[in-house]
T-cell receptor, first 111, second 112 residues
Framework: EAQVTQNPRYLITVTGKKLTVTCSQN?????MSWYRQDPGLGLRQIYYSMNVEVTDKGDVPEGYKVSRKEKRNFPLILESPSPNQTSLYFCASRGRSETQYFGPGTRLLVL | GNSVTQMEGPVTLSEEAFLTINCTYTATGYPSLFWYVQYPGEGLQLLLKATKADDKGSNKGFEATYRKETTSFHLEKGSVQVSDSAVYFCALFPYGNNRLAFGKGNQVVVIP
């Protein structure tokens, strides 16, 4: 089944403790993105990647890092999480068509 | 630059009512337009799309027509069901460097 998977689905952590949210897609898509969703603000893009080793900042990149060492994986790294990064995070991928496929989301709470 | 605007606020309506969610866009060139739906506890999934002016996208009883003259892509459904309760996002491609631009989304609640 074609899908985007994210792990973990739920995460509670404390300020300053590094964490990684994994994202993987099995559709051989070149393009992958990370978004955060917050009430009243909709979806905002954090980072995106156009292919292996090619990444760029989205609209809200501060406090996040990404890497794209393999085509299928696009992990999101929070080196020193803060409470304002409490949010619902989505990974997405897209091939040559314009249709984007989303993962199920990761709900993060930073205390 | 390219952008998408959705009407403010949640939408609450009764089962079998008519649903309209407004979406307008600003773009140079000829973008493609999309509606994505997010059911409770899930990620977004494509509902329908239109790639050129006057195209009508349709799926699951929902429709939207790409209107270049009014720069709009309003979503409509003639008779909603409780299972249509979700958040609906209008989107445009391309935005910036081959990206998707999303509206803020509208929460739709259908009451039995």
């Amino acid at each position: 089944e074609a899908q985007v998977t994210q792990n973990p689905r739920y995460l509670i952590t404390v300020t300053g403790k590094k964490l990684t949210v994994t994202c993987s897609q099995n559709m051989n898509h070149e393009y992958m993105s990370w978004y955060r969703q917050d009430p009243g603000l909709g979806l905002r893009q954090i980072y995106y990647s156009m292919n292996v080793e090619v990444t760029d900042k989205g609209d809200v990149p501060e406090g996040y890092k990404v890497s794209r060492k393999e085509k299928r994986n696009f992990p999101l790294i929070l080196e020193s999480p803060s409470p304002n990064q409490t949010s619902l995070y989505f990974c997405a991928s897209r091939g040559r068509s314009e249709t984007q496929y989303f993962g199920p989301g990761t709900r993060l709470l930073v205390l | 630059g390219n952008s998408v605007t959705q009407m403010e606020g949640p939408v609450t309506l009764s089962e079998e009512a008519f649903l309209t969610i407004n979406c307008t866009y600003t773009a140079t060139g000829y973008p493609s337009l999309f509606w994505y739906v997010q059911y409770p506890g899930e990620g977004l999934q494509l509902l329908l799309k239109a790639t050129k002016a006057d195209d009508k996208g349709s799926n699951k009883g929902f429709e939207a027509t790409y209107r270049k003259e009014t720069t709009s892509f309003h979503l409509e459904k003639g008779s909603v069901q409780v299972s249509d309760s979700a958040v609906y996002f209008c989107a445009l491609f391309p935005y910036g460097n081959n990206r998707l631009a999303f509206g803020k989304g509208n929460q739709v609640v259908v009451i039995p």
